[in-house]
Nanobody, 127 residues
Framework: QVRLVEAGGGSVQAGGSLRLSCAAS????????WGWFRQAPRKEREGVAT???????LYSNSIRGRFTISQDKAENILYLQMNVLQPDDTGTYYC?????????????????????WGQGTQVTVSS
């Protein structure tokens, strides 16, 4: 059974930075997508960034250039470095894992395709 545990959320002012981490246990081997999603109050969950087993990333347009996704394969940890945070970045951030091969494309950020989810960590950005 795969277990994902996020950490690193908090409250910052606009323009600040945070680094999220997601520790995985019981992970699958082979091909996968491992991503970050967020959900603001009264909004649908949206894909933020994801990365595959070959370190190929995909970012949503709203955060491109400000956020960086990376992974430590030896330690099974996923990271999201978030810079120049804005109030619109406020929400609960989840990491999720999608086992299996996939073709690069926008579907990589589709929440319904991901099988395993963490509990989430709150990020609040004040203006």
């Amino acid at each position: 059974q795969v277990r994902l545990v996020e950490a690193g959320g908090g409250s910052v002012q606009a323009g600040g930075s945070l680094r999220l981490s997601c520790a995985a246990s019981g992970t699958t081997t082979g091909s996968y997508l491992w991503g970050w999603f967020r959900q603001a109050p009264r909004k649908e969950r949206e894909g933020v960034a994801t990365i595959d087993q070959d370190d190929e990333p995909l970012y949503s347009n709203s955060i491109r250039g400000r956020f960086t996704i990376s992974q430590d394969k030896a330690e099974n940890i996923l990271y999201l470095q978030m810079n120049v945070l804005q109030p619109d970045d406020t929400g609960t951030y989840y990491c999720a894992l999608r086992p299996g091969p996939s073709t690069w494309g926008v579907a990589w950020l589709r929440p319904s395709d991901y099988k395993y989810w963490g509990q989430g960590t709150q990020v609040t950005v004040s203006s």
